[in-house]
Nanobody
């Protein structure tokens, strides 16, 4: 397996909620900015949310702002994505990833999880 183990994906009806978790191996978790990305069928991976090393500052893509919340617990080597008011358009494989410096660009992330499927039905 890779450096991250993701969980929390599944099936949910529109308007429902899911909480994704990403547990990191190794002992350098707090040295990295963390991000969540997603990829739907036939689409490129796109940025969803990011959080700084300290966890104080966060950034979101416009379409999820106000509905999704990224957080981290460095003592537990875990980053989370709380997703509320889910829409069918949010159906995708969601990936967590680590970057040496905060960025929204896919190319800036050097360590990736295997992804977890989120499916939202109407």
């Amino acid at each position: 397996q890779g450096p991250f183990v993701e969980s929390g994906g599944g099936l949910v009806q529109a308007g429902g909620s899911l909480r994704l978790s990403c547990a990191a191996s190794g002992r350098t978790f707090s040295n990295y900015a963390m991000g969540w990305f997603r990829q739907g069928p036939g689409k490129e991976r796109e940025f969803v949310a990011a959080i700084t090393r300290s966890g104080i500052l966060t950034n979101y893509m416009n379409s999820v702002n106000g509905r999704f919340t990224i957080s981290r617990d460095n003592a537990k080597n875990t980053v989370y994505l709380q997703m509320n008011s889910l829409k069918p358009e949010n159906t995708a494989v969601y990936y967590c990833a680590a970057a040496n410096h905060w960025t929204t660009a896919t190319s800036g992330y050097t360590k990736w999880g295997q992804g977890t499927q989120v499916t939202v039905s109407s």
